[in-house]
Every structure is written in C-alpha cells, then in structure tokens.
C-alpha cells in the first residue's frame, strides 16, 4: 500500500512436540484422535513399510513406503526418527512435524517406545507422554478385540510389554488410560490447553 507503513506482523508461538508413547493396544491412537478434534493440535503422519489396513488412505493415516524407498530416505535425512517394530519400518517425516510446530498448533507423535528413546537419546526437545494401561488384562482384552492382529502377533505385542512399562519412567507424563476423554484432557493441560 503507498504511503502506509507496514505494520510488522507478530510472529504466532510455536507449538510443542508431544511425543504420545507406551503398549501396543493401550490406547495412543484413541487419545490422539480425541485431541484432533481441537485445531490447536495436529499429528504428524507416520511413513511405514506394513500394508495398509482397510479403510486407511495413504497421506492421511501413514505414509505408505516400500522397504527400498524408506530405506532411501532414512539415508536422506528425511525422518526426524524412524525404528523397526515387529519387522515393519516406521518414521516420522521431518518437514512435516516442522511445518505444524512453526504454525503454532502443538505436534502429536504416535510413537512406540523404542522410537520415543531415539528422539531423546538425539536430543529432541518435546514432552514425552507414556500411556499406561489400567492393568494388563485390559490391555489384553483391547488388543484382542480390535481385531487387527492374528493371534500370533497379539502375543508378540503382549510379550513386549514388561520391555516397554520399564521405560515409562523415562518420560515426562505417565497418564493411566482409564477414561479416554479424562486422559485426553490432562494431557492437553500439559501444554496448556483445555479441550473444548
């Protein structure tokens, strides 16, 4: 505009990295879901070597890679973490996490244990939140009655889990996942936010 002078714009706080952890089956995807449905937060779409699952859309759910182009970009530099669960490769894309953070809203990484130690052990600043399970029948129960899993593999997810609970003391925020919507809201008040 002439003759007016530019006002120059305040830059928007950037969001936190909230790095979402704990079992397989204790309830990651449903409190991330819950915190979704607020616009302050955003998830980072995870890349993957497994097939898709029904109804998941590539871009949308994960990122959907063949072995040798994921092994291609971990040697780009392309994930912020990435790690081997139950023979299948999993990562988080860099720019992708970026871009949310620098928009200000916070950025949820649904992450297994071992790829929460790896962001920490390379000195990514973020809260690291462990969902626990309100007991280990439960967490039994919900892997069997999702359904997605053959019985083999809830057994292998099952036989990880006194490995991953000896971690969560390494994390900032245990939250026991009794009650979805209870969790979902303690830990949105840990980054300051309360869920509409």
Same mark, same amino acid.
């Given at each position: ?31 991330? /879901?819950?915190? @979704? @449905?607020?616009?302050? $937060? ?21 990122? $959907? ?13 392309? $994930?912020?973490?990435?790690? /081997?669960?139950?023979?299948? &490769? ?10 949310? @953070? ?5 950025? &949820?990484?649904?992450?297994?244990? !071992? ?27 919900? &892997? ?11 057994? /292998? ?9 000896? !971690?969560?003391?390494? $994390? /900032? ?24």
């Amino acid at each position: 505009m002439t003759g007016a002078h530019a006002v120059p714009s305040t830059p928007s706080p950037r969001g936190r990295l909230v790095v979402v952890s704990g079992p397989s089956g204790v309830g990651k995807t449903a409190v991330i /879901d819950r915190l @979704l @449905l607020d616009p302050r $937060f955003s998830r980072a779409v995870t890349a993957t070597t497994r097939a898709p699952r029904a109804g998941e859309k590539d871009g949308v759910d994960y990122v $959907f890679l063949p072995r040798d182009e994921f092994s291609k970009r971990v040697e780009a530099g392309w $994930f912020l973490e990435h790690a /081997d669960v139950y023979g299948r &490769l999993y990562g988080t894309p860099r720019a992708h996490a970026e871009a949310i @953070l620098a928009s200000g809203r916070h950025c &949820l990484l649904n992450i297994d244990v !071992q790829g929460a130690a790896t962001l920490r052990a390379a000195g990514v600043v973020a809260l690291y939140v462990f969902l626990v399970p309100p007991s280990l029948s439960e967490l039994e129960r919900r &892997l069997r009655d999702r359904g997605l899993d053959s019985a083999a593999a809830v057994a /292998d997810r099952l036989g990880a889990v006194d490995r991953e609970m000896a !971690q969560a003391e390494r $994390f /900032d925020l245990r939250l026991v996942n009794q009650d979805l919507e209870a969790t979902a809201r303690r830990l949105a008040a840990a980054v300051g936010v309360t869920l509409r």
